[in-house]
């Protein structure tokens, strides 16, 4: 029998199918757009009641109280109903999300993002185009490519520049530090490279200098790149947690002394806590002189590149080498939105792999623009038109005010904390980050003060009234805004502070007497 005979008359598939029966309508095609529409209108029906309806930030709930609903759900046992599951969504998730937008969502680096954003979503989520090579994404991978080099000009790093959009700041550094581990790798004599041949035999000696207050995926990285935590030299910073020079100095120095091989130094351009931004041209030259690979972590600082007031407190780092940008961050995008950029396209190389299936080495030399190339990933979002909507939607000097506002909300914030007695500022904020604690009169105690302070933040956000962040500040437990919401005004803060200290009044007379916070009791 002929094979061939038999599918003489090729049936096409979903003709197979009537149009409009539920196996047709639950995938996204021609036959489901009005599916399509009518479910994100139901989408859209839903944020809009959840948020107009919602009172605080978030919910409060404990994973106690919501891990029961979970237990009951079998994922082997599905709804076939649109309206059912959202109804269970709006259950399991949104009633208890954390709305980032809201004025007293004050804790991490989270922005409100952008509406042409979200529709960028609408159209790049259905379409699902994935812009590792040419061949899938076409138009999406010049529009990412056009962003890189839009943000490289502006980062100032020359006509060599290149680089490609991340899921984070976590993976720009990954990729950032595997490069420059690579470059140093290969200058050395009777090494071939490691990425054939793997690290070579004196790797214990590799060493990363950063600060003591940068991000701790610089200690992530070093592990995952071989190298380990010990790898990492923390330089101490100095009274305004930037990198103290003298500090890195010395340092070096000993790094000499020891026969050990600093390989690159990890600038922050914001710090997560402090939005301190270490001293860029200082460092670069440390690095220009001894052939260190520059990097700058600007994942939260990087919006400064638009803004019209502050662009200059990012002098220097047109000198890195690597500079990683969260445009989730200080360009109000959504997650995910980032990008690791480098001075010197070629070493992205070192990132390179050549496959036959998906970008052969012929195509890349023909010029076929694959991303995959340099990219960690290998399937990957097109998150680039988010940023893209949004630039050609609202403009990048929109974006840079936003972040100058928040910049001056701090700096009014600060102002007005200074003027109480019973709140303890620890720094004039650097980028729009407030370090501060609740020490009321009568309570001095070092470790009572970290447990009243850490007591207000959970009750606060156990009773869905604002979520604000802690940190530990040379062992001490501070309460944290992070302020990225340019709607925010500096009268909810002020509320929000007077909130905090009759929250915190209130546990101080409950325990009295005698002030027994650092006992834990029930
Ligand atoms: C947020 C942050 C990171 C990590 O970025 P992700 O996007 O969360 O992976 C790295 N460095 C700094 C300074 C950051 O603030």
């Known amino acids: 029998m002929r094979h061939d005979m038999e599918f003489a008359t090729p049936i096409p598939l979903h003709r197979a199918r009537p149009p409009g029966s539920p196996e047709t309508l639950a995938l996204f095609g021609e036959q489901s757009l009005e599916a399509y529409r009518s479910g994100m209108q139901q989408c859209m029906d839903r944020v809009q009641r959840t948020l107009s309806r919602a009172q605080g930030p978030c919910s409060g709930v404990a994973p106690h109280e919501l891990q029961p609903a979970f237990e009951a759900i079998d994922l082997d046992r599905p709804l076939n109903d649109l309206d059912a599951s959202l109804e269970e969504v709006q259950r399991l998730y949104l009633d208890h999300a954390v709305y980032f937008h809201h004025p007293r969502y004050v804790a991490h680096l989270n922005c409100p993002i952008t509406l042409p954003s979200i529709l960028a979503e609408a159209i790049a989520t259905p379409l699902n185009t994935a812009v590792e090579t040419w061949d899938q994404s076409a138009g999406a991978t010049l529009i990412e490519q056009k962003l890189i080099d839009w943000t490289a000009a502006r980062v100032g790093l020359g006509e060599d520049a290149d680089g490609v959009f991340t899921s ?8 950032a530090l595997s490069i420059a581990r690579d470059s140093a790798c290969e200058a050395m004599p009777g090494h071939p490279g490691n990425r ?44 305004s947690k930037c990198m103290d020079i003298g500090a890195l100095e010395t340092e070096l120095n000993e790094c000499d002394e020891a026969g050990l091989i600093p390989f690159a130094i990890v600038a922050t351009a914001g710090t997560t ?18 052939g260190i690979w520059l990097h700058v972590d600007a994942a939260y600082g990087g919006g400064l590149l638009l803004s019209r007031r502050h662009r200059h407190w990012l002098a220097g780092i047109e000198q890195a080498d690597s ?11 959504p997650v995910s939105c980032s990008a690791c950029l480098v001075r010197d396209r070629r070493q992205l190389r070192h990132i390179t792999y050549h496959a036959d299936y998906l970008n052969p080495r012929d195509q890349a030399e023909e010029g076929t623009p694959d991303l995959v190339n340099k990219s960690l990933q290998t399937t990957r979002r097109f998150d680039a038109l988010k940023l893209w909507m949004t630039l050609r939607t609202l403009g990048a000097e929109r974006l840079g005010d936003y972040l100058d ?9 600060y102002r007005a904390m200074r003027q109480r007695d019973d709140i303890e500022v620890l720094l ?10 609740y020490r009321p009169d009568g309570v001095d105690d070092d470790s009572d003060l970290d447990t009243l302070n850490q007591q207000i933040r959970q009750t606060l956000s156990r009773r869905g009234e604002a979520v604000v962040a802690g940190t530990r500040v040379d062992g001490r437990f501070y309460l944290k805004f992070t302020l990225l919401n340019p709607m925010t005004r500096v009268e909810d803060l002020m509320a929000l502070i007077s909130d905090i200290v009759q929250v915190g009044e209130a546990l101080v007379s409950s325990s009295r007497p005698p002030i027994v916070w650092s006992t834990p009791s029930c």
């Open 168 to 175: 984070g700041g976590t993976q720009s550094n990954l990729m």
């Open 196 to 239: 054939h041949h793997g690290l070579p035999p004196n790797y214990r000696q590799l060493r990363i200098l950063t600060s003591e207050v940068s991000h701790f995926s610089v200690q992530k990285a070093a592990a995952l790149l071989g190298l380990g935590y010990d790898a990492v030299i923390t330089v101490p910073s100095d009274a």
């Open 273 to 290: 806590d402090f939005g301190s931004i270490d001293p860029i041209p200082a460092i670069a030259e440390r690095c220009h002189q001894r």
């Open 323 to 333: 500079v990683s940008i969260d445009y989730h961050k200080t360009f109000f995008q």
């Open 405 to 413: 506002e928040v910049i001056e909300l701090a700096q009014q914030a």
């Open 428 to 437: 004039p904020p650097a980028l729009s980050t407030l370090v501060f604690r």
